[in-house]
């Protein structure tokens, strides 16, 4: 699975964003599919995941309420909705794909990673 990440940029405090990941190859819709962020100085840290089926979600507290994500299997594209965004936001975002939904949060469980898109919020 290749995946391509898109849809950053800089934003104001309190703006929206939505990222979106495309994957390439037919098995798209079997793998859990996740977002992390990596903000300057700081380690790789889990945002979002959702499940193959797009029934199961977990979000890190912080960003609870303002962000969701979704997926359209038909198009091979997780996509990831930023609302009231806040300079603490600003990091790389990266796509991730994983074929086991448990421990969800942890960065290592992840096969295939995107690119990264950076989302810089001004305050």
């Known amino acids: 699975v290749q995946l391509q990440a898109c849809g950053g940029g800089l934003v104001q405090a309190g703006g929206s964003l939505r990222l979106s990941c495309a994957a390439s190859?037919?098995?798209?819709?079997?793998?859990?599919m996740g977002w992390f962020r990596q903000a300057p100085g700081k380690e790789r840290e889990f945002v979002t995941t959702?499940?193959?089926?797009?029934?199961?979600?977990y979000y890190t507290d912080s960003v609870k309420g303002r962000f969701t994500i979704s997926r359209d299997n038909a198009k091979n594209t997780v996509y990831l909705q930023m609302n009231s965004l806040k300079p603490e936001d600003t990091a790389v975002y990266y796509c991730?794909?994983?074929?086991?939904?448990?421990?969800?949060?942890?960065?290592?469980?992840?096969?295939?990673w995107g690119q990264g898109t950076q989302v810089t919020v001004s305050s």
């Open positions: 991730a794909a994983s074929s086991s939904f448990n421990s969800y949060y942890n960065a290592g469980r992840y096969e295939y």
């Open positions: 190859g037919r098995t798209f819709s079997r793998y859990n």
């Open positions: 959702i499940s193959w089926s797009g029934g199961g979600t």
